[in-house]
């Protein structure tokens, strides 16, 4: 990713058999994937019942509740002592851009270690609301001063080891400084509809 700064994937500890009980709650649990699947459903209309395509790829048809989202595999990001703010971002881009649709991709942010309850250590900064295509505009072209704009818009929140963050990958984010003297470390998952991939991060695989 960065200096000092370390996205990891694929790893003996990440992939291999010590640990796969714990990778395989956290993808499983019941709860995320219930709220991605909430926010990523679009709201019930009569049209519904002219999308017969639905009835392919295990969708159950046009009348069938909307499917879970697929879980990609545990990741985790390491941030060492000393590394710097991200530049903002959004991890992923809008589907189409002639209006904002639900969510597509998720990420979810689960916190470790003894750092995490070090101040000093930074975490996660998000910008609430900038999943939205027209507001996400006005932060980020609209004349002025755009870190202004982001830095009253920012929220941090102070996450517990153990502790989870669930968040839209459109909305507008970045890692905080590590100004304490320990590893700050995350684990994560993405929830992304059946019909996504990821090749840039994943190789195409969810």
Known sequence: ???????LRGTPRL???DGAARRTRLRDHAAPREI???????AATPKRRGNYGLWNFDLGGPDAPKKALDVGEVGAVVSLPGCAEQALHADAPHVFDDATRPGHYFNLFVMGGAAADAPECGQTAFVPGSHDLD???VLVFEDGGVSERVSRSLVRPRLRSGDAVLFDARVLHFGLPNRSAERRALVYCNHTEWWFRDPKNWDDRV
């Open 1 to 7: 990713r960065e200096d000092l700064r370390c996205d």
């Open 15 to 17: 992939a291999g058999a």
């Open 36 to 42: 991605c699947r909430r926010a990523a459903a679009t």
């Open 135 to 137: 507001a996400c505009a």
